[in-house]
């Protein structure tokens, strides 16, 4: 039997669709195992304090929760992981730690002990670890989730910013070895334990400065209290009712923030945040640019030696009584500050690390994600009424790209990967604070999920 002759024409015209056919499914191919593949960073991730959602934990592999007082969430959130294929790091400091109920109320003032004029308030942040048999009854209720979910945990954090809160080292390293006993006795006998430190707390220098901008905060406040209490303005009675019921946690930590450094044996994990919305906003961090020039750490450091925060502030065109940041050129300014404040923080703060901590502790970075430091204020730092939505979106994202940028030349160095603060939406019930998370941010999230590689962005 004779075979059918094609044209030589039709014959070249036929095996191009074939191959252009075969190209084509290869194309398709490649990419749908570029997206089921392995992650390419499967070490980054998103805090989101009460619980860890679905749509998040499709893009990740990694997450991290602190509602570990409520078991059913708890479950839900291992849960979520598990059928994610992701694992979590879980803040245990709600359990581990407790309100210290006998906190300093002195201050010091040109080398002296003053005594402060407001008591306590209920919602001030001086802790104390829990002891052995408080923690135990504590962590029952969570204890048989922890071991059904056991290869879904990655780490448990043991202390949130310990030193700032008043919690000493060896305190620190007696909770540490309590708790390794609490989770082998109940057969977690594996699990990392980490801590986040405020800052560079771990160096008694650096704890020295934050301490002592404390106290000069209270002695503001003293003396402010001292020049109107004989005052009867209505004004000036409404102040005092104010303060006495609602004011910044740093009125109570002065005197109780401890300064001894170090890093605490028995700990895995060590973290640690210092977002530019702190460095720009928070009274404790007015010369921590400036100590860090000191430390001689960065270049970068040079332009901010002995020149506080709120002179750098100035500089900043969402820091202004008129509306100077849609002028021409002025993100372009901003964002040249903020590269100088973000490269600074960081190659001082990888430098303090690499010195203090322990061989074979893991470090781990945290970066910023929310808005609050990057909303509009006016000259003295209040919030505007009216806010450029666009602008603040696109500074959050230039903030988290800087953060982005350096752990991937510093993945080395930062083996427990990077954790964004924050996902969602939430409130410092403390002290009565809003914080917008990444999720409200258009575009954030995304930039990210593509950088983990487990699903593709929408």
Not at 106 to 116: D, F, I
Not at 340 to 345: L, S
Not at 371 to 383: P, Q
């Amino acid at each position: 039997m004779k075979r059918l002759a094609l044209p030589h024409a039709w014959r070249s015209r036929f095996w191009d669709r074939v191959l252009a056919g075969l190209f084509i499914a290869a194309a398709t191919l490649v990419a749908a195992v570029a997206w089921q593949r392995p992650a390419r960073d499967p070490k980054l991730a998103f805090f989101s304090p009460e619980i860890y959602p679905e749509e998040l934990a499709r893009h990740t592999w990694l997450g991290m929760i602190n509602n570990v007082y409520t078991p059913e969430k708890l479950r839900r959130s291992l849960e979520t992981a598990r059928q994610q294929g992701a694992r979590l790091q879980l803040d245990f400091s709600p359990i581990f730690l407790r309100k210290h109920q006998d906190i300093h109320t002195t201050y010091q003032s040109n080398g002296q002990l003053q005594q402060k004029s407001f008591s306590p308030l209920p919602s001030h942040k001086v802790k104390r670890p829990n002891t052995y048999s408080e923690l135990k009854r504590l962590i029952a209720p969570t204890a048989p989730i922890l071991k059904k979910y056991r290869r879904q945990i990655a780490a448990i954090f043991i202390a949130d910013e310990p030193y700032l809160h008043g919690i000493s080292r060896s305190e620190l390293e007696r909770a540490a070895r309590s708790v390794r006993h609490l989770l082998a006795e109940n057969g977690l006998h594996d699990v990392p334990l980490g801590v986040t430190f405020a800052g560079a707390m771990f160096h008694p220098g650096f704890a020295a400065m934050i301490a002592g901008q404390a106290n000069a905060y209270v002695a503001d406040i003293e003396q402010y209290y001292q020049n109107i209490r004989g005052d009867e303005s209505e004004e000036s009675r409404r102040w005092i009712e104010a303060y006495s019921q609602n004011r910044l946690t740093t009125y109570d930590l002065a005197g109780n923030i401890y300064t001894g450094g170090g890093i605490p044996e028995g700990v895995d994990i060590i973290a640690y945040d210092l977002y530019t919305a702190s460095l720009l906003q928070d009274t404790l961090h007015a010369h921590t640019l400036a100590w860090f020039a000191e430390l001689g750490a960065s270049a970068a450091c040079t332009p901010f030696k002995n020149t506080s925060m709120p002179q750098v502030r100035t500089q900043l065109s969402f820091y202004s009584d008129d509306n100077a940041g849609a002028a021409p050129g002025a993100q372009e300014a901003d964002n040249a500050l903020l590269n100088a404040i973000f490269t600074c923080k960081s190659e001082s703060m990888l430098q303090l690390l690499k010195k203090h901590a322990p061989k074979g502790t893991t470090l781990q970075l945290w970066g910023e994600s929310s808005a609050n430091g990057f909303l509009d204020f006016d000259a003295r730092g209040n919030k505007k009424n009216e806010q450029s939505q666009a602008l603040i979106a696109a500074r959050v994202r230039s903030e988290m790209q800087r953060t982005l940028d350096f752990y991937q030349r510093r993945r080395r160095d930062y083996a427990g990967g990077l954790i964004f603060f924050i996902w969602d939406d939430t409130v410092d019930i403390t002290i009565n604070l809003p914080i917008s998370g990444a999720r409200s941010v258009p575009g954030a999230p995304a930039m990210v999920f593509e950088k983990i590689g487990k699903r593709r962005p929408h």
